[in-house]
């Protein structure tokens, strides 16, 4: 049994969590249960990023205290738990003084130690958004990229890490395959933001500036920068176990793929092996916005279809490591084409047909059956491998096409055929039916159980 370690990003709980965000889960929820199922010890953690400048801005902004603000929207995140069905082992807030800050501090002062923290004023531009500083390079137009805000001119006096000390064995990491960034695009952005020449990062904002945070040891003038703080979280409280995949989004690369390797070699610790980066999710073609007024909240669309239903359409339809486009429309349709004339139809009338006939698997599938089976699991493990979801969930479908597609050629409801043959179609539907219940168990868990206990009478109803 190997152990495998994996981990989202740390959720900035600033506001509620919508549907980017619940692709983010459902994806690194699919890899923690295919691999658990594959036999390996999985630890699935995930958890809330609750400090920096913009939780105390949306505090103060709506008559809040930060500490109500991130209790409230925490306990939302927390909650798509059971609302997504999803499967983590641990959430750890980097509120908790008790189990995070522990770890943050005994890492700040590892780098200390390491020689790779030190003291000077600053002045540059600020982007709350990032809750990082900038340079210009990183904007368009005078505006972040990412938040479309203009960055802030702030000189204080902070900490600094010496990342310009490791950037050169983060690059040779990289570039070797030790530290893997999938999509490999992605690698090769971080290494071309390296050869630009690398400064050292901002690691504290002054306490009198930002007091919701950790305050810096043996300097309570200070408050640890957000990023220092926040990637802590993945030392979580049973030791460094080095991730084997963090699951993040395009927006926060840098930060996983440069930042936190080069703290870790100041620490002398393991650096995590893969990163899976994943991108937005779209609305009809446009930017999600509360300005624009078309978040979409992922709870609703539980309410209206169904945990499994949502993440099929998130695993399916929206390509891994690409933008993808969110519409009721495409989700509806993806839902009756799928899910209820799909696999709703196969499951409901094969366990039908068995019922009515007293039918069970015989001892042996027909050959046919047999290779559509094989070929559906070596190559959903082939997609896993290569963390291409939407093309391992294509191919569960094609084994289900190939079942509906069996079970009507071989007509076993229709009296001029010979009850013997009748049997055999039905055992052979049953075969095929466990198998794709077997494999749905990764992507959509609740429907799994259901077809396994026998309860396929109504799985996807119809959308009134």
Request: net charge negative.
């Amino acid at each position: 049994m190997s152990k495998f370690y994996l981990t989202t990003s740390i959720a900035y709980v600033n506001g509620a969590p919508h549907l980017g965000y619940a692709l983010e889960m459902v994806q690194a929820d699919a890899i923690a249960r295919y691999r658990r199922q594959a036999g390996d010890d999985v630890f699935f953690l995930t958890g809330t990023d609750e400090h920096g400048a913009k939780i105390a801005r949306v505090a103060e902004a709506t008559g809040s205290t930060p500490r109500d603000l991130v209790d409230t929207n925490a306990a939302q995140f927390r909650a798509l738990k059971d609302a997504l069905h999803l499967s983590w082992d641990d959430f750890i807030r980097t509120s908790d003084e008790a189990r995070h800050w522990p770890n943050v501090v005994a890492l700040w002062n590892t780098l200390v130690a390491a020689g790779d923290i030190y003291k000077k004023t600053y002045r540059g531009l600020y982007c709350v958004g990032h809750e990082a500083f900038v340079t210009e390079k990183d904007l368009v137009d005078g505006m972040c990229r990412d938040h479309n805000a203009a960055p802030e001119v702030i000189e204080e006096e902070n900490y600094f890490f010496r990342l310009s000390k490791y950037a050169d064995e983060v690059k040779k990491r990289i570039v070797s395959g030790e530290l893997t960034i999938i999509p490999q695009g992605r690698a090769k952005e971080i290494v071309n933001f390296i050869d630009h020449g690398m400064e050292d990062i901002s690691f504290s904002r002054p306490r009198k500036d930002l007091s919701w945070g950790i305050p810096v040891p043996n300097d309570p003038t200070q408050t640890i920068y957000v990023w220092c703080d926040a990637l802590v979280n993945y030392i979580f409280p049973q030791g460094w176990w080095p991730a084997d995949v963090h699951c993040i989004g395009k927006d926060i690369v840098r930060f996983h793929a440069l930042y936190w390797p080069a703290m870790l070699l100041s620490a002398g610790m393991p650096l995590p092996k893969t990163l899976f980066v994943h991108g937005h999710i779209t609305v009809n073609d446009q930017k999600m916005s509360k300005t624009l007024g078309n978040v979409v909240d992922p709870f609703d669309l539980v309410k209206k279809y169904g945990a499994d239903a949502v993440r099929y359409y998130l695993l399916r339809e929206i390509p891994p490591t690409d933008d993808g486009d969110f519409s009721i429309e495409k989700c509806e349709a993806r839902y009756t084409a799928d899910l209820a004339n799909g696999l709703g139809n196969f499951a409901a009338r094969t366990t039908a047909l068995a019922t009515r006939t007293n039918s069970t698997k015989a001892a042996v599938p027909e050959e046919v059956v047999v290779h559509a089976i094989t070929k559906a699991r070596e190559t959903v493990g082939r997609k896993m491998s290569d963390y291409v979801l939407h093309e391992a969930v294509a191919a569960i479908w094609d084994l289900i096409t190939f079942g509906n597609q069996y079970i009507n050629e071989r007509k076993p409801w229709d009296k001029e055929v010979e009850d013997a043959d009748k049997v055999i179609a039905i055992s052979n539907g049953l075969y095929i039916l466990d198998a794709v219940a077997d494999l749905l168990v990764p992507f959509l868990p609740e429907t799994a159980r259901k077809i396994q206990a026998g309860d396929t009478g109504m799985l996807f109803p119809r959308i009134s």
